[in-house]
């Protein structure tokens, strides 16, 4: 199991450090973890509290949330994308960027699907904040402590989350045709012949729909029927052949069970 460093002691230490969210399994945090982790590059642990101020953390970082990346004194990142390109810079190989320009540009297209404003996970959210919210536009009280802050970044509003389903049906379309494209071209992976980025954000994003198993994904209990669709169009554009691919990335390349 690996330790989990508070950020004092993490603001000492050298090499990379990955700021996660302790306990649950955030994809923007699976994510980054997996680029670390397919490319055998180390880090340490460094734990973020969901809900919590995290005032040690902003001190050190200018962020409250997770993931960050902070690789010895140079800046932190935060972005997906700047955390790939941080991973591909620390271990070139295996890249996790196709060489071919035109595989390049449609992989980060689509990542951009996965990872950015308003794709899939940032309409996710909304989703799972409409089920706090219900059908008002007011938070309960006992709940704005906890999500005030995520419902800023996010924008939150019923006509958003309202939005956020057709996006999420639309973005799984397209990933269940990419991924027909490649298999009837006798390729295992998302894009290209070997794994890259797309394969590994897919993989995490997958939480937000249909989480691994409990002994493979130790969620609270809580948590774990408002990520899991079980009905509706998203479940019904949800291609069981993704979810297979998501189960071949994790067992050949990540981390089983996850460690949260």
Not at 209 to 229: D, F, K, Q, S
Not at 236 to 253: F, K, Q
Request: aromatic letters at 8%.
């Amino acid at each position: 199991m690996a330790e989990w460093i508070e950020v004092e002691k993490a603001r000492e230490l050298p090499g990379l450090r990955l700021v996660l969210t302790a306990g649950l399994p955030g994809p923007w945090g699976e994510a980054a973890k997996g680029m670390f982790r397919a490319k055998g590059i180390p880090f340490a642990r460094v734990r973020q509290d969901a809900g919590a101020p995290n005032d040690a953390l902003f001190a050190w970082t200018g962020q409250r949330n997770a993931p960050i990346a902070v690789y010895q004194s140079e800046a932190p990142r935060t972005g997906w994308s700047e955390i790939l390109m941080l991973a591909e810079r620390l271990a070139p190989q295996p890249s996790l960027i196709p060489a071919d320009p035109r595989e390049r540009a449609w992989m980060f297209g689509l990542a951009h699907e996965l990872m950015a404003e308003n794709g899939f996970g940032w309409c996710r959210r909304l989703q799972l904040f409409r089920g706090a919210f219900g059908d008002s536009d007011e938070l309960p009280a006992a709940m704005k402590g906890f999500l005030g802050r995520m419902l800023e970044q996010y924008r939150y509003s019923r006509a958003a989350s309202d939005a956020a389903g057709p996006r999420v049906v639309a973005i799984l379309r397209l990933l269940s045709e990419q991924l027909k494209s490649q298999r009837a071209a006798g390729r295992e992976y998302l894009i290209g012949t070997q794994l890259s980025a797309l394969d590994i954000y897919w993989a995490a994003m997958a939480a937000l729909v249909a989480p691994l198993p409990h002994e493979l994904c130790a969620m609270p209990p809580n948590l774990r029927p408002g990520y899991t669709v079980t009905s509706g169009p998203i479940h019904d554009a949800l291609d069981p052949a993704l979810l297979a691919h998501r189960d071949m990335v994790y067992e050949r390349h990540l981390e089983l069970p996850l460690e949260l």
